[in-house]
């Protein structure tokens, strides 16, 4: 069994583009590792400099300790899953499983026997005589699979491996794969773009962002304690609520003003922004997530509703503050010059809001999250949490 | 999306395919032809087809008739039809060797002239699509660029070159032939199997090497397998080309063992150019060849010419 | 067959030993160390094009270029420009350089003009792929092949007797004589270099005429099959919609079908030209250069091979090189545009 470790992974393209500046990232033997970002982040190019398909342009790869940079893909005992599946055309299902152990010279016993029980494994043995032209997108998803996990590899290397399934058939997949990861324990680092995956799949998720890590950490924490405004933002759906708020000192101890509004944080929000008191008067970015707000609470937030959408397991709320909104970009932090946004509340859906009437929200004081509006990092946390002054700049860049 | 599109031909060529789609229906759709337009085409059709098929109802007919009376007139004499002419052309010596004997040597000059350059342009088609070294991108715009240079402008240098007696290939006129033809191929042929097989998917190459191949592997195990519809294109594209070849065969075939047909039915036109009844069959034997390859293999022949002029 | 079975187990055993000797090849250049190895992989796939390449293509054509600057007969003597010089002025060699002008104008107008009007009249004609292949099937039929086909055609039997015609044309013409003014007589149609009765050093002959009937003959076949393949690409409901503005049959292809397909067709244009300049095979099959049929390639190769003066001979190569460069170049041009739009 095999760990990954990245120390300082560059890539530099030959124009001068730096995909990805420095990346330190550790995988545990066994653990599923998903690598999750928007287009373009780095994260199919940090995927594909560990298969050996791209050159690293600096730092080192270590694949249990050993320095492997220099090795080529055929070397370093990795099996991947492509987005496309890359299944060869001309051969069929059981030669594309067997192609690997075939040019390793592996008796040809022992290639049936493995084939036979991927096959099984996997439910492809009525189709091993086929070309993957004849397969079903599904069956096509699980002969890559096949071909990936015949091989025991130290490393599975996955590239959006469920991005041309259907909608029905991906949940379903999805699962599968996790199943078959925990199952035969083989250290995994997954791309996808899909938040959802990430979140669902991984045992870490990692997110990258222009090639630098945003946070990595369990899906829980990502979810409950973003490092910053990026991540906040990324990760859940709908997304956190971020307008621009400026800390004020209330009767009952710290609050924020929104607009003409002010949510009193009170001692639970003393105690979960320790620095707080001296913030009095600083502009900051004000988040929380939709079912933060339509549940219990003791804050109080006022909005008016423009649109009330009905999914069956939840009540989604749409309506405006007066409060410009926040938003993580690619460079940083922007600022809507609109003086309204938008705000989403998830309700329990037996309730009734009328559109066009003024709602007022309960906000969870215990689920709310501050920002720098230059950073973007979040700001003083509990005792548990690391991010503790939004100052320190390299914060940015731990795991 | 998936593994399908180069499981079809279509990388190379596109979406143009050579056959009547939607013959019905959607009627606004065309510049209707109308029927002055029909009759147009049928009677360009014909108007193209006749001097063929004049030759061919000419060979048949007997020697006599042939040089006294229009090939319309046979249709009025069907049982005079002999096939004599053939026999008299296949046995009639042209330069010293019999006229049959040319058609093997077309035979033998044509096959390695279309098997050589094509093996040989594919393995640099694979380089410059998928191997990496310095300068891939300028030399591949040399070696096309070389298209434009004329034929005519390599024959007596490279004529020199082969007569160097160090060699040893002065004397074997086929030798010398299927090299001049590997070489007139090679650019185009490298340039319209670098658009096929540069168009093959990335990531099965990546597969491939994940798996462990070697490019030699992947070039025999993959990329050949999949090019078969461009080979095959390619391949009918040079041979009838080099079947009908008349200029390098001439220049590098030296003495008539080692000539091609075409050679030979214009040494015949030459020296006995109103001998219709030989020139006739003659003409025929030479060509039944690449027609017969042309009719039942259109269908590449078009795929093959499209994949050079067609956007796709 | 024997021949044939015999000619087969060569090219096996030689496409066998090929791939053998690119296999140990490969195999050697995967003991070096790196890079060399890379290189040398590199190396094996690329080498023998490239070595074909650079002695068929790039050396010769490079003393080619300086043969033309030399007498060529006997030891190098300097000629300068004087091969060039004879090209273009002494006797009846101008008359080359105008029939190739007049061949790669006439043939490539015509030619692409057919493929055109066929390819628009065919497009989802019943029929429409038999008559496309037939007009396809010359392109088979070589042009040495074509050339006696057509001077079969041409032919003039017994001279004076107009009665016994076998060349269809003479006995068309001579069945037309009562219907045309004159008196008509059968003719040497690839004898008469004057056009229509005017004897001119600008103006190409009857016979050059008819000879580029022959070109047009086989080379219309590709001009409609790829006009035609690109026509089929145009988008159905640009048609449409031209059609339900207003436009007629006639308007919409001259305003949508016409300038979609344009790239295509200045393809096809360039593509004709440039293999109608190097004409050869018909002039050999037919009149052999003569009665002022002459074109480039073929003198090129009668100076060069039969009359003893290389020099010449590469002067004419060097010549005809510098007429496919602008083609090139305007194709090029073109293929740019088409891969932008």
């Keep these: 069994m095999s760990t990954l470790t990245m120390v300082n992974l560059q890539k530099r393209y030959a124009n001068g583009y730096e995909a990805v500046p420095g990346l330190d990232l550790e995988i545990k033997d066994g653990e599923f590792l998903v690598l999750v970002g928007p287009s373009g982040c780095g994260k199919s190019t940090v995927l594909r400099m560990v298969a050996g398909l791209e050159d690293i342009s600096g730092g080192d790869l270590l694949i249990d300790g050993a320095r492997v940079n220099d090795m080529g893909p055929q070397q370093r005992d990795i099996a991947m899953v492509f987005q496309s599946y890359a299944l060869y055309p001309n051969m069929t299902v059981g030669d594309n499983i067997a192609f690997a152990m075939k040019l390793r010279k592996t008796p040809k016993a022992e290639i049936a026997q493995k084939v036979k029980e991927v096959a099984e494994l996997l439910e492809l043995d009525k189709v091993l005589d086929r070309k993957p032209g004849q397969l079903s997108g599904g069956q096509r998803q699980r002969v890559a699979m096949g071909r990936a996990i015949v091989r025991h590899p130290k490393l599975f290397l996955m590239d959006e491996p469920l991005s041309n399934l259907d909608a029905k058939l991906r949940v379903h997949t999805r699962a599968e794969i996790a199943r078959l990861q925990r199952r035969l324990g083989v250290t995994t680092m997954y791309v996808t773009h899909d938040q959802v995956e990430a979140m669902t799949m991984g045992d870490r998720v990692a997110v990258l962002r222009r090639g630098v890590l945003m946070q990595c950490a369990s899906p829980q924490e990502l979810y409950e304690r973003p490092d910053n405004l990026f991540v906040a933002q990324f990760i859940g759906s709908p997304s956190m609520n971020v307008v621009r708020g400026t800390v004020v000192s209330t009767d009952h101890g710290p609050g924020v003003q929104i607009g003409d509004q002010t949510v009193e944080l009170g001692s639970v929000g003393a105690a979960r922004f320790p620095g707080i008191g001296e913030m009095?008067?600083?502009?900051?970015?004000?988040?929380?997530?939709?079912?933060?707000?339509?549940?219990?609470?003791?804050?109080?937030?006022?909005?008016?509703?423009?649109?009330?959408?009905?999914?069956?397991s939840e009540l989604l709320v749409h309506g405006t503050v007066n409060a410009p909104a926040v938003r993580a970009i690619d460079t940083g932090v922007e600022q809507s010059d609109k003086p309204t946004s938008m705000v989403i509340a998830s309700m329990d859906p037996r309730r009734k809001v009328e559109v066009f009437s003024t709602v007022e929200l309960p906000v969870d004081i215990d689920r709310v999250h501050l920002f720098d509006l230059d950073t973007g990092l979040a700001i003083g946390r509990d005792a548990a949490g690391r991010v503790t002054d939004s100052s320190s700049p390299n914060e940015l860049d731990k795991g | 999306m998936s593994t399908v599109p180069i499981h079809a031909e279509d990388a190379a060529v596109g979406a143009v395919t050579f056959t009547d789609q939607t013959p019905l229906g959607t009627k606004l759709a065309r510049t209707a032809s109308g029927r002055v337009g029909r009759i147009v085409v049928w009677i360009l059709a014909l108007l193209w087809t006749v001097p063929t098929f004049g030759l061919l109802v000419s060979s048949f007919r007997p020697e006599k008739a042939i040089k006294t009376t229009g090939w319309w007139n046979a249709f009025g004499h069907l049982g005079d039809m002999t096939t004599k002419n053939y026999s008299q052309v296949l046995s009639t010596k042209v330069g010293g060797i019999p006229f049959s004997q040319y058609f093997w040597n077309s035979v033998k000059i044509t096959i390695p002239a279309v098997v050589?350059?094509?093996?040989?342009?594919?393995?640099?088609?694979?380089?410059?699509?998928?191997?990496?070294?310095?300068?891939?991108?300028?030399?591949?715009?040399?070696?096309v660029g070389l298209m434009v240079v004329p034929i005519q402008m390599c024959l007596i240098p490279l004529l020199k070159l082969f007569n160097l007696s160090w060699l040893h290939i002065g004397d074997n006129g086929f030798v010398k032939i299927w090299i001049a033809h590997a070489i007139f191929a090679m650019p185009l042929t490298i340039f319209l199997l670098k658009n096929f097989i540069g168009a093959l998917p990335r990531e099965v190459m990546e597969a491939a090497r994940v798996d462990g191949a070697s490019h030699l592997t992947i070039f025999a195990k993959l990329v050949l397998p999949l090019s078969v519809p461009a080979l095959a294109s390619i391949g009918i594209f040079q041979f009838l080309w080099v079947w009908s070849d008349l200029l390098v065969g001439k220049v590098f075939g030296g003495n008539a063992q080692n000539q091609p047909i075409t050679k030979a039915v214009v040494d015949v036109v030459g020296s006995r150019g109103n001998d219709w009844q030989l020139l006739t069959a003659g003409a025929f034997i030479m060509m039944i060849v690449p027609l017969v390859v042309f009719i039942s293999l259109q269908r590449y022949f078009v795929r093959g010419l499209l994949a050079g002029s067609v956007k796709g | 067959m024997g021949q044939l079975l015999s000619t087969l187990a060569l090219v096996a055993i030689g496409i066998i030993a090929f791939g053998a000797i690119i296999g140990i090849l490969y195999w050697l250049v995967s003991q070096l160390r790196e890079p060399w190895r890379e290189r040398g992989r590199v190396g094996v796939f690329?080498?023998?094009?490239?070595?074909l390449l650079a002695i068929g293509l790039i050396y010769p054509a490079v003393a080619t270029v300086r043969m033309a600057f030399y007498k060529g007969d006997g030891p190098d003597v300097w000629a300068g420009l004087s091969n060039f010089k004879r090209i273009f002025t002494e006797g009846d060699n101008p008359l080359v350089l105008r029939?190739?002008?007049?061949?790669?104008?006439?043939?490539?107008?015509?030619?692409?003009?057919?493929?055109?009007?066929?390819?628009?009249?065919?497009?989802?004609?019943?029929g429409e792929r038999v008559a496309k292949a037939l007009i396809f099937l010359p392109t088979a039929v070589s042009m040495v092949g074509a050339g006696i086909i057509w001077k079969f055609m041409y032919a003039n039997s017994g001279g004076g007797n107009q009665s016994k015609q076998i060349g269809l044309l003479n006995w068309l013409w001579v069945k037309l004589d009562p219907i045309l003014p004159g008196k008509q007589t059968a003719q040497f149609w690839l004898q008469n270099d004057k056009f229509f009765g005017i004897k001119s050093s600008f103006l190409p002959g009857m016979n050059t005429l008819f000879l580029m009937i022959i070109m047009i003959w086989i080379q219309a076949g590709f001009a409609t099959t790829v006009i035609s393949a690109a026509m089929k690409?145009?988008?159905?409901?640009?048609?449409?919609?031209?059609?339900?503005?207003?436009a007629s049959d006639r308007q919409a292809f001259f305003r949508i079908v016409l300038p979609y397909v344009k790239p295509t067709v200045i393809t096809v244009a360039t593509t004709t030209t440039i293999a109608v300049l190097k004409v050869f095979d018909i002039i050999q099959s037919t009149t052999g250069g003569q009665f002022h049929t002459d074109t480039v390639a073929n003198d090129m190769y009668v100076k060069s091979f039969t009359q003893s003066q290389p020099g010449y001979g590469a002067a004419l190569a060097v010549v005809l090189f510098l007429a496919v460069i602008p083609i090139v170049v305007i194709n090029n041009r073109n293929q740019k545009e088409l891969r932008q739009g």
Excluded: C
């Design chain 1, 280 to 312: 009095i008067g600083r502009d900051v970015a004000f988040g929380v997530r939709p079912e933060a707000l339509g549940g219990d609470g003791s804050g109080r937030l006022t909005m008016q509703v423009e649109l009330v959408e009905m999914l069956g």
């Design chain 2, 116 to 143: 050589i350059p094509i093996v040989i342009a594919a393995l640099a088609a694979y380089a410059f699509s998928w191997m990496h070294f310095k300068g891939r991108d300028w030399l591949f715009v040399v070696v």
């Design chain 3, 46 to 51: 690329v080498g023998p094009a490239l070595l």
């Design chain 3, 99 to 126: 029939n190739n002008i007049w061949w790669a104008l006439i043939v490539t107008v015509f030619s692409t003009a057919i493929g055109v009007m066929i390819a628009r009249f065919a497009d989802r004609m019943r």
């Design chain 3, 233 to 246: 690409g145009v988008p159905d409901d640009l048609v449409e919609a031209a059609k339900i503005d207003g």
